[in-house]
Each structure stands twice: as structure tokens, then as C-alpha cells.
Nanobody
């Protein structure tokens, strides 16, 4: 189960933070990557950022230098700090847990981020 929080409405240039707490017995026995995806109206869902259990991160080119992903391995929580937001960052943001070496993927419920110009 993934429970996301954060998001909302902000003006361009502003900042927002997202968090997502994951729970489930499989998390205690398997390595997993945590990440954030987003989907804007009329567009496909795309990867924003991901972080492996060892801390290796991966960012979409469009957010590099503006967004920072981090995770708390004790609480199984992933964070996304979004700075210098742009109107094109407007989307529904989904947290994701991908169990390593399996095809198992879990999704949060989605949270709206709206950046006004």
C-alpha cells in the first residue's frame, strides 16, 4: 500500500514537496526502487525521478537541478522536493515502488500538482 501526500497549487518559481509512505510485508524482504511519475492531461505517464535502495538516483532531464528525490529506508518513505516549478510541471504525480528482480510494481493514488504562470 502506498500513501502519498503533498502537492497542491503554487505559482511558477515556487516549491512543493511530496511524500509517499509504503507498507507491506514484501518490503521487509525484498530490495525495491521508489520513484515518482507524473501524467499531464493528454500525455503519457512519465518518470520524474527514482531512487534505489542503495541511494542511486535517476531524474528526467526536464527536472534535473530542480527536483530532489530522497528516501527513508527505515520508514519506507520517498520524498520529492520540487523547486523552481514551471507550469509544465503541472500533472498528477504518482509514487511507485518497483520490487527489484521482479515484475511487481505498486502505485500510489496520485496527487495533483498545479503550477500557475
Amino acid at each position: 500500500q502506498l500513501q502519498a501526500s503533498g502537492g497542491g497549487l503554487v505559482q511558477a518559481g515556487g516549491s512543493l514537496g511530496l511524500s509517499c509512505a509504503a507498507s507491506g510485508s514484501i518490503l521487509s524482504s525484498m530490495s525495491f526502487t521508489m520513484g515518482w511519475y507524473r501524467q499531464a492531461p493528454g500525455k503519457q505517464r512519465e518518470l520524474v525521478a527514482a531512487i534505489a535502495s542503495g541511494g542511486t538516483t535517476n531524474y528526467a532531464d526536464s527536472v534535473k537541478g530542480r527536483f530532489t528525490i530522497s528516501r527513508d529506508n527505515v520508514k519506507n518513505t520517498v520524498f520529492l522536493q520540487m523547486n523552481s516549478l514551471k507550469p509544465e510541471d503541472t500533472a498528477v504525480y504518482y509514487c511507485n515502488v518497483a520490487i527489484r528482480l521482479t515484475a511487481l510494481n505498486y502505485w500510489g493514488q496520485g496527487t495533483q500538482v498545479t503550477v500557475s504562470s
